[in-house]
Nanobody, 110 residues
Framework: VQLQASGGGLVQAGGSLRLSCAAS????????VGWYRQAPGENRVLVAS???????DYAATVKGRFTISRSVAENTVSLQMNSLKPEDTARYYC?????WGQGTQVTVSS
């Protein structure tokens, strides 16, 4: 399975971005999906995940601002990011099961 992430870019603090991750084939509803991010010099950390059955977890730093969603019909996983802060600047990676996308850069200016 190949994952293609898109939607990153440069945005001012307080702005919004929507990341999308398209899978090359059907994503089973029993597959865990998630978004991670990695800032320079730091470890990759979980931002949001959606488990089979619909349970969703968010990192405390993004709860209330970010929303993860998936479309089984379109084989996509998305991350809506609102009220962005400079500390959200990182490369964002989607993860579907054991597969990883190449990442998309998000830069938030102050």
């Amino acid at each position: 399975v190949q994952l293609q992430a898109s939607g990153g870019g440069l945005v001012q603090a307080g702005g919004s971005l929507r990341l999308s991750c398209a899978a090359s084939r059907r994503i089973s509803v029993t597959t865990r999906v998630g978004w991670y991010r990695q800032a320079p010099g730091e470890n990759r950390v979980l931002v949001a995940s959606m488990m089979p059955g619909g349970n969703i977890d968010y990192a405390a730093t993004v709860k209330g601002r970010f929303t993860i969603s998936r479309s089984v019909a379109e084989n996509t996983v998305s991350l809506q990011m609102n009220s962005l802060k400079p500390e959200d600047t990182a490369r964002y990676y989607c993860c579907i099961g054991r597969y990883w996308g190449q990442g998309t850069q998000v830069t938030v200016s102050s």
